[in-house]
């Protein structure tokens, strides 16, 4: 059954460095999406992405955060001056159909760790 | 604005006995329901899904969930826990407008043996 991967499944990194975090969504999926959980919070939407563009973005996707499809297979999210505030298990989605009724797959996750 | 509550943080059950985790949302129009369950160390995977129609709706690994609108709830059903049923489970509310999903604070299952 296709899935949707994400690397690495854990980075470590120091306050202020740049960090990327990699999916491969399904192959036929169009939608593709970033959330992130703050341990011991809920599940927080970051970003949607579609045809190439930023389709809604929170509150929280700053000016530090971009979202990029370099090829036909990767997503990935980059935070470029981390913040120990950025600690999280970062999760990407994707979805054949737009939601709601689009059903988002998620990834494992990948665990970030600002020091 | 749209939100989600799950009342109950933790909750603990014998292996055998039947389990309830409770949903409750806030939007204006017709929600777009769902239940994830996270094992550890896994990502999100759906459960099941309520958009129309039968107000009772059957998911994976033997859940099942019920719409109710007058009370604003999607609760979450077994009737009998099994211990891989053991994760957190999070309810989750898509609406029509935007691309996203809105989680609750997620419940985390516990089954003794």
């Known amino acids: 059954e296709p899935e949707v991967t994400q690397t690495p499944s854990h980075q470590v990194t120091q306050m202020g460095q740049e960090v990327i975090l990699r999916c491969v969504p399904i192959s036929n999926h169009l939608y593709f999406y970033w959330y992130r959980q703050i341990l011991g919070q809920k599940v927080e939407f970051l970003v949607s992405?579609?045809?190439?563009?930023?389709?809604?973005k929170s509150e929280i996707f700053d000016d530090q955060f971009s979202v990029e499809r370099p090829d036909g297979s990767n997503f990935t999210l980059k935070i470029r001056s981390t913040k120990l505030e950025d600690s999280a298990m970062y999760f990407c989605?994707?979805?054949?159909?737009?939601?709601?009724?689009?059903?988002?797959?998620f990834g494992p996750g990948t665990r970030l760790t600002v020091l | 604005a749209q939100s989600v509550t799950q009342p109950d943080i933790h909750i603990t059950v014998s292996e055998g006995a039947s389990l309830e985790l409770r949903c409750n949302y806030s939007y204006g129009a017709t929600p777009y329901l769902f239940w994830y369950v996270q094992s550890p160390g896994q990502g999100l995977q759906l459960l099941l899904k309520y958009f129309s129609g039968d107000t009772l709706v059957q998911g994976i690994k033997g859940f099942e969930a019920e719409f109710k609108r007058s009370q604003s709830s999607f609760n979450l059903r077994k009737p009998s826990v099994h211990w891989s049923d053991a994760a957190e489970y999070f309810c989750?509310?898509?609406?029509?407008?935007?691309?996203?999903?809105?989680f609750g604070t997620g419940t985390r299952l516990k089954v003794l043996a």
């Open positions: 989750a509310v898509g609406t029509s407008g935007t691309y996203k999903y809105i």
């Open positions: 992405f579609y045809n190439n563009e930023i389709s809604e």
């Open positions: 989605a994707s979805s054949v159909n737009r939601t709601p009724t689009g059903e988002q797959f």
